[in-house]
């Protein structure tokens, strides 16, 4: 008797998925697809044959890494079969990388994206003096007592608040992220999100994006402070500074105060020794200015001046005395010479003289010889001849004789000789 195309499939499926209830299949990824309802399609293939495969969204959450094409994994699951359209498929339960564990996987996907992302640049500095830090850690966990430890015995001046979470588990990295958030809004100068050791499960919290987001948008500063110095998470490569341990993070952070107490007492004998090298530089300073105030002081200034004028006055007297001997001996010279002078002068006036009086002496009318000499005198007074006019009676006058006479008529003598008038 005939079957339905119907009942024919749900025979198939009955016997293949009672068959292949359980399988393990190795291949390589191919069209992934994460649909909206959170379901992922995919194909599983290798050189000879391929097979549907679908992942549901209750399984998928569970998924560490993402599939990539051409990705090797090995899947874990069983074959169900679809009677509307005869067609079957591996429903995975669990999804591995092959050659390397799921964790691995995802922490190096994740690590790439978020490096493509440039999560891991722009650094913050850490303050010098932090005087709050914020630590996001479990409140029962041995990391917050360490840190409390480091941080009291380093530097007691710093608050240490605490933003207790859990590290580890199911909602571990929401809560987290949440802590993270909190305490960028407390003010406080440098967060540490960490714990202690454990396994890469136990640390794994922090090797998700949402951690990883938290901390990149922090404005405060943040420390990564997780497990040991070999364990690196996702956490340790987004905060601004990476610690190996809590503790470490505490003396990364805080001051080493019996260092800085050293340090302080070193700069305060740097700090003496130069000030006093100022104040010694500043006293030869004063000394040599009081040197140049006296030295250009009024007093001094008077003084100076009065030396000055002294000098001057010396100098101008030097200079005076000095004209007046030069005059001196320029007048003794000039009355030498006017003397000279005077002299030759005098016995030339002399000469002369002697010379008039000797014609003097040959003209006196006593001692006249010369014939027919007489002196006219008209009016008591002698007359020169040509101011005797025709009728003047006048005298002639000789040594001798007088003589009275009148003039009868004048006439002018022509080309008459001087030696013939005489």
């Not at 499926?13 to 995919?42: K, N, Q």
Request: aromatic residues 8%.
């Amino acid at each position: 008797m005939p079957v339905s195309v119907a009942e024919l499939n749900r025979q198939i499926g009955s016997l293949l998925e009672s068959t292949f209830l359980h399988v393990r299949v190795e291949g390589e990824i191919s069209r992934p697809t994460y649909h909206a309802s959170g379901h992922i399609y995919f194909t599983l293939k290798d050189n000879e044959s391929a097979i549907s495969c679908i992942m549901f969204k209750g399984n998928a959450k569970g998924l560490k890494f993402k599939l990539e094409e051409g990705s090797k994994v090995i899947a874990d699951g069983s074959v169900t079969v679809y009677v509307p359209r005869g067609s079957y498929q591996l429903n995975c339960l669990h999804i591995e990388p092959f050659g390397v564990g799921a964790l691995a996987k995802a922490y190096e996907q994740l690590k790439a994206k978020l490096e493509k992302k440039g999560y891991f640049e722009n650094k913050k500095p850490l303050p010098r003096f932090p005087s709050a830090i914020a630590v996001v850690t479990s409140a029962s966990g041995a990391a917050w007592q360490d840190m409390l430890k480091v941080a009291d015995k380093r530097w007691p001046l710093t608050k240490l608040v605490l933003i207790p979470t859990l590290v580890q588990g199911e909602g571990a990295a929401a809560l987290i992220s949440q802590a993270i958030k909190k305490a960028d809004t407390l003010g406080c100068d440098v967060i540490v999100v960490g714990r202690g050791g454990g396994s890469v499960e136990d640390l794994w919290a922090f090797n998700e994006e949402s951690v990883a987001d938290a901390i990149y948008h922090a404005k405060t500063p943040v420390v990564s402070a997780v497990g040991h110095e070999i364990d690196y998470v996702i956490s340790d490569f987004v905060a601004d500074a990476r610690a190996p341990t809590p503790s470490a993070a505490m003396e990364m952070i805080l001051p080493q105060q019996d260092e800085l107490k050293q340090s302080v007492d070193y700069m305060r004998s740097q700090v003496i020794e130069m000030f006093k090298k100022i104040f010694l530089q500043k006293e030869q300073i004063l000394i040599h200015i009081n040197e140049l105030y006296k030295k250009n002081s009024f007093d001094a200034r008077i003084r100076f001046q009065l030396l000055e004028t002294a000098a001057l006055k010396k100098s101008l007297n030097a200079a005076f005395c000095n004209t007046l001997i030069s005059k001196e001996q320029n007048i003794k010279e000039f009355f030498l010479r006017f003397e000279n002078r005077s002299a030759q002068i005098l016995n030339l006036k002399e000469s002369i003289l002697k010379s008039f009086q000797n014609s003097y002496v040959l003209k006196e009318p006593t001692k006249e010889s010369r014939e027919g000499f007489a002196q006219i005198v008209k009016n008591g007074k002698k007359t020169p001849l040509e101011e005797v006019n025709d009728g003047d009676e006048f005298e002639l006058q000789t040594p001798k004789t007088k003589l009275i006479a009148k003039a009868l008529k004048k006439a002018a003598i022509q080309n008459l000789s001087k030696e013939d008038a005489f």
